[in-house]
């Protein structure tokens, strides 16, 4: 009459020897058997089916009764030490009414206020099971995780509290994904049905929960929790997950983010924000094959492939408008940070040409999308000067490669990011060896120091370069002579760097 379920435990095997546990009923709870004395509590022998049963059925009743909350509290923890044992000690062949039984009191229980730990503890006997045994119900694991997300008690599941019952979810859905080409409860699978289990357990169940708005407002708020980033780094070493496959899952992570932000019940965008950039490291780390030192992670998901992922989704529009909600500028510059390490590791001497032009458009146009942000972080001439030794290096490798599309779209690329800091105030020009001890030109008053580095470092690659480049915007812009642009405007030149945050890019400055 309480929803109790059939135990799905095998008629030949209960025939032969029946499976029974003894249960001592737990001495906290009073509710139970109040007029017993607490120094011999009853023992029940009871097979995986009667105690299951027992569990439900109490459980159901009380709830349906309007116990208060801590008559409630202290019920449950007592069926929880039943349903425990019952759960650990149950064949493997009989898993399926337990599973169903804990998600459907695990949902009761969070809707009537009861403490999530108690949610937790139960779930994680799941988790605790062999790998053989939760992979059988991988289906019923998603589907159990699915309908939790759906429940009444979904509104507990939005609540910072509620985040280590996500870490037990994901974990339990990760465990459940088959690592190998076989099923165990499956017999005579083909390599193609196994496929199709797993894809469904990464889609229905790990993304599913990933992508929920519910997750969103539980792991990550203003300060920023390391549940999710936890989490996505385990993934990058999970066992059974291809890197194809995780390649496309994170991309539809940040493109559910991004259109999130039009959503009625989405969490508020400072959280969308932390949401997207984490995933997006993510992403990058990905990439770049640097979990647990593993430079070989990414083989097996083509490289052009990866470059188109990245383009999509980090050079989407609405990128900058969602990042400048962030209440810190954090955000943009952990992604960059990563965009760079990322490349890094991706260009080599066998990196095919136009697989590098194309990682100089993504870098080059992915600074310029978002220096509106990246000049309010204070450490913007560090962020800066990382962006130009990759860029020098993209001039280095077409030179050394004897690569002349490959040399002449690096400094291309280069050449269009100085004009738009030049047009933005937020670099001036300094000619090569003003300063040194013994140049007859002096280090103009009010100069930063990163400034010289940007053009001693230009002039070493690209000898001339700078002054090509001021020659050309005099006689376009007729701003004059690279003397002129020795001299700094008060309000940048009398601080270090502090002073450019109030810097907006001026109008019409090359895309």
């Known amino acids: 009459p309480h929803g109790a379920v059939e135990v799905d435990e095998p008629p030949s095997q209960a025939a032969k020897e029946p499976r029974c546990l003894s249960l001592p009923l737990p001495r906290k709870s009073p509710f139970l058997y109040p007029s017993l004395k607490e120094s011999n509590p009853p023992r029940l022998e009871l097979d995986a089916g009667e105690a299951l049963l027992l569990c439900l059925g109490v459980l159901t009743s009380l709830l349906e009764s309007g116990l208060d909350s801590y008559a409630l509290e202290e019920v ?3 069926l929880r030490v ?45 988790v605790d099971r062999g790998d053989t045994e939760v992979q059988s119900y991988c289906r019923l694991i998603v589907a159990c995780v699915r309908h939790l997300c759906q429940s009444r008690s979904a509104v507990v599941l939005e609540k910072p509290e509620a985040r280590p019952i996500w870490t037990v979810l ?26 199709q289990i797993r894809q469904e357990a990464w889609s229905q169940g790990l993304l599913f929960c990933l992508a929920s708005p519910l997750l969103m407002k539980s792991v990550t708020d203003s300060r920023g929790d390391g549940l999710l980033t936890s989490f996505l780094q385990q993934l990058l070493s999970a066992p059974g997950v291809q890197p194809p496959i995780l390649l496309d899952g994170y991309g539809h992570l940040l493109g559910r983010a991004i259109d999130s932000m039009k959503d009625d019940d989405a969490p508020p965008l400072s959280v969308l924000a932390v949401y997207w950039s984490r995933v997006a490291v993510a992403l990058l780390q990905l990439v ?34 969602l990042l ?23 260009v080599s001497p066998t990196t095919p040409p136009q697989v590098i032009q194309a990682l100089v458009g993504l870098l080059s146009k992915f600074f310029l999308q978002n220096l ?17 030794r990759l860029l020098l290096l993209f001039v280095k490798q077409g030179t050394d490669a004897s690569c002349e599309e490959l040399s002449e779209v690096a400094t291309e690329s280069l050449k269009n990011v100085i004009c738009v800091l ?34 001693e470092s230009i002039e070493g690659f690209c000898p001339g370069l700078g002054e090509e480049l001021m020659e050309g915007m005099s006689e376009r812009d007729g701003v004059g002579t690279s003397a002129e642009h020795e001299g700094v405007s008060a309000d940048i030149a009398t601080t270090s760097h502090s002073s450019v945050e109030g810097v907006t890019p001026a109008d019409g400055a090359p895309p």
């Open 82 to 126: 039943c349903l425990h044992r019952m759960i650990a000690s149950v064949p493997d062949r009989g898993l399926k009414s337990p599973i169903i039984a804990v998600f459907r009191a695990s949902a009761e229980l969070l809707h009537r206020g009861v403490p999530c730990a108690w949610t937790v503890m139960v779930l994680q006997t799941l």
């Open 76 to 78: 449950a923890f007592s």
């Open 422 to 455: 030049l047009n933005a105030g937020l670099l001036q020009y300094v000619p090569p060896g003003a300063g040194k001890r013994g140049s007859a030109q002096a280090l103009p008053a009010g100069v930063l120091m990163w400034w010289k580095v940007t053009w």
């Open 170 to 195: 994901l974990r339990l859905l990760l465990k459940a994904s088959p690592a190998s080409q076989s099923v165990p409860g499956v017999p005579n699978a083909l390599p193609a049905d196994v496929d």
């Open 324 to 346: 400048s909600q962030a209440e810190t500028a954090d955000c943009i510059r952990d992604v960059l940070e990563k965009l760079v390490s990322a490349i890094t590791h991706m």
């Open 288 to 321: 770049a094959g640097q979990s647990k030192g593993n430079r070989n992670f990414i083989v097996g998901a083509p490289v052009q492939h990866m470059v188109l992922t990245l383009n999509k989704h980090l050079l989407n529009v609405r990128v900058p408008d």
């Open 372 to 388: 509106p942000l990246l000049q309010k972080n204070p450490q913007f001439d560090q962020i800066w000067l990382m962006v130009l």
